[in-house]
């Protein structure tokens, strides 16, 4: 491939990407209106469908939210029958936040038709080809969330201070939402493990 196709299949490339991004949101739009839920609810939701329990703070971090927004989306997600707060088991003072069986199950039809589509047309591709294709989806998400901080930094001037001053402290507040979404995510997945573990135990223990 010379550098002019080369440049010309770039080109294409982010065009194509461009496409299935705008599908992907037209989706979730669509999901959600099916739900009645917003899009800040749907990515709430999407959330703790990939990640599963965890504390209102972790999810706020995760979703780049306010303390109090996620309270009020919980408040309001909990009342529609989405989500329920449970009590930590191994620390009753911590509150836990989760999808209901009957919501991950909606939601899990929901996207059946969407995933029977994908296999079907992975199935056009050889497993390295489908590697390839994973790691640049990978690489693709890496991309996206290194470009988040810089966004938030051209937001425009309010109050005082200068607009540079501001995109800096957008740009450590981002890398700091950043670190502690992904330590949140660590010691969720730990708690998770210790807990199952500790299950383990006690019904070795009790003989059940």
């Known amino acids: 491939m ?3 196709e080369r440049k010309r299949g770039i080109e ?3 065009t194509a990407l461009r496409a299935l991004v705008s599908a992907s949101d037209a989706f979730d739009e669509a999901l959600g209106k099916v739900l009645g839920l917003n899009p800040t609810d749907v990515r709430c939701v999407d959330l703790l469908d990939k990640h599963g329990r965890m ?3 972790a999810l706020a971090d995760l979703a780049g939210l306010s303390t109090g927004a996620v309270t009020f989306l919980l408040d309001r997600l909990e ?3 989405f989500v329920s707060r449970v009590r930590d088991i191994d620390d009753r003072r911590r509150v836990l936040v ?3 069986p009957m919501a991950k199950s909606q939601i899990s039809e929901l996207h059946a038709g969407l995933f029977e589509a ?3 047309s992975a199935e056009r591709f050889s497993a ?3 590697r390839r294709v994973i790691a640049f989806v990978i690489e693709g998400t890496k991309v996206y969330e290194a470009q988040l901080p810089i966004l938030w930094s051209q937001i425009p001037e309010s109050g005082n201070g200068s607009r540079t001053a501001a995109g800096r402290v957008a740009i450590r507040e981002a890398l700091k ?3 502690r979404a992904e330590a949140h995510e660590q010691l969720e997945k730990a708690a998770r493990k210790l807990h199952a573990k500790a299950n383990g135990l006690r019904q070795k223990a009790t003989g059940r």
């Open 12 to 14: 294409d490339l982010a």
């Open 2 to 4: 010379d550098g002019e």
């Open 79 to 81: 009342s529609a029958g």
């Open 98 to 100: 989760e999808l209901v």
């Open 118 to 120: 994908w296999r079907v």
């Open 128 to 130: 390295s080809d489908l």
């Open 177 to 179: 939402s950043q670190a």
């Open 55 to 57: 504390t209102a703070g």
